[in-house]
């Protein structure tokens, strides 16, 4: 019934568009050739033009702004430009035909084809849009639309309509000129939203306040030195200006500047910070489902494998006691990686005593015993992001300990009131090569610190040390 209903909905949009497109240029025909006897001298020709816009906006040009807009922002640019020229061509030679017919003289096109009129013509465009826009939604899947577009890029498309309806609004108010009032406003959203999306990160995200304010002067500066040389250079033969020369004073310039553009500066910012904020919370909540799902995803099957192994090995060589506890152990972590592993945080005790199995477990695939030092001391009332500190470990016995040499390791979890210490310290050999090592086996540190961002961001401390033969990690995480 659904697809009914689309295959319905989309035929009859169609429908109508088609009726309405054939019977405006069926008017504008005829009404060119009772007038004129011309077509050209009509308004047949915009008329083609207007039918053949909204067509290519709604089924060409939205589409694959949909589908791609940083790839094909450059198509209704370029559009924008090649429809603003034609038509102010096309109105050109119709003055200078009606010159002709009226007078009974000449006047070349090109009398007519200014930037003011072009620019003018290029401002029907955007009712236009506006239903070349309806019409594109009305036959999509309205849908795939919502999860394909709408849902990943909601502020654009808020911002987008809004800007789309200041436009329109100027368009057709009955200020004059139109012309200054659309650089006065454009001036105000290009002002706007280039504060909100790229200055006033400046601050909020890099923290660069000197940066951020030499910025600010300049761009605040600039913008206003265009906008007025805009209205000095377009006034007077090509059209009477809100602002003449004889006004651009100093005085004028800083009264525009605040009682406009501050006034804006200080609401795109507190927008820009909002944003920030906001940005920052749904990047950390998404980095952080995303990263801990591949990072366990990661942990489980080959930390499993490598441990039947070590245990089949052991099996095989003696039916004893230590075998039973291998087993044990295992179990433990087996059910620490399906119910501990997925909670957002544990008692720092539960991932100590992961840590003193996982150990123990390693040690069995060691020839020669390699020297382990442990200290975990005042880890009570404490708790930690689960799997966080094993990386570390499980990087020092694949990367560090030589199973079949002697080494070391030495591993601590140190608390006080507000902080976690932790420190890895293991013996290493640039010669010694393992399978991991080839083949890039393991989470590894990077994953590790990515982790350390994601879960406890601006409260951590890390460091990485190798001299001497000896690998160190050094971690301490402000838990208040």
Request: charged residues 15%.
């Amino acid at each position: 019934m659904s697809k009914l209903f689309k295959f319905n909905r989309k035929s009859i949009v169609h429908t109508i568009v088609l009726i309405v497109s054939i019977f405006s240029l069926y008017v504008s025909a005829h009404g060119a050739l009772n007038r004129h006897g011309n077509l050209f001298n009509g308004s047949f020709y915009d008329s083609l033009l207007f039918v053949f816009t909204i067509y290519f906006i709604a089924l060409i040009i939205i589409p694959l702004l949909l589908k791609n807009w940083k790839k094909y922002l450059h198509i209704p640019i370029l559009y924008i430009t090649i429809y603003s020229l034609l038509l102010g061509w096309i109105r050109a030679v119709q003055r200078s035909n009606s010159v002709l017919l009226r007078k009974g003289f000449s006047v070349e096109p090109m009398e007519y084809f200014t930037f003011d009129s072009v620019f003018k013509l290029s401002m029907t465009l955007i009712p236009m849009g506006i239903m070349a826009l309806l019409y594109s939604i009305f036959v999509m899947d309205w849908g795939k639309l919502k999860k394909g577009f709408f849902q990943k890029n909601t502020e654009k498309t808020i911002n987008s309509i809004a800007v789309i309806l200041i436009m329109l609004y100027f368009s057709i108010m009955p200020a004059k000129p139109k012309t200054d009032a659309f650089f006065f406003v454009s001036f105000f959203i290009l002002f706007f939203y280039i504060n909100t999306f790229y200055i006033s990160p400046i601050l909020f995200i890099y923290n660069k306040k000197l940066k951020y304010i030499i910025i600010t002067i300049l761009w605040f500066g600039t913008l206003n030195a265009i906008y007025f040389l805009i209205l000095y250079f377009f006034s007077g033969p090509m059209g009477k200006s809100i602002v003449t020369r004889n006004a651009l004073s100093i005085s004028f310039i800083l009264r525009a500047t605040f009682m406009a553009y501050i006034p804006l500066f200080l609401v795109s910012l507190t927008y820009g910070y909002i944003r920030v904020k906001i940005k920052n919370q749904d990047n950390i909540l998404e980095a952080k489902e995303s990263e801990l799902s591949l990072l366990k995803s990661q942990v489980n099957p080959h930390f499993l494998f490598n441990t039947l192994n070590t245990l089949y090995s052991t099996a095989l060589e003696e039916k004893a006691e230590k075998t039973a506890q291998s087993t044990a152990k295992l179990a433990n972590l087996i059910r620490y990686m399906q119910e501990d592993i997925n909670k957002d945080f544990i008692p720092l005790e539960s991932e100590v005593k992961y840590l003193k199995d996982y150990i123990n477990i390693q040690e069995l695939r060691c020839a020669i015993a390699p020297q382990i030092e442990t200290e975990f001391s005042n880890i009570e009332n404490h708790t930690i992001s689960p799997g966080l500190l094993i990386p570390f470990v499980e990087n020092a016995f694949k990367y560090g300990i030589d199973p079949s040499k002697p080494s070391t390791l030495k591993v601590s979890v140190v608390c006080n009131e507000n902080t976690i210490n932790f420190e890895c310290i293991n013996s290493y050999n640039d010669a010694f090569k393992t399978y991991y090592k080839e083949q890039g086996f393991g989470i590894g540190i990077k994953n590790a610190k990515q982790r350390l961002e994601l879960v406890y961001p601006k409260k951590h401390t890390f460091s990485i040390n190798k001299t001497d033969h000896l690998f160190s990690v050094n971690m301490s995480i402000n838990t208040k």
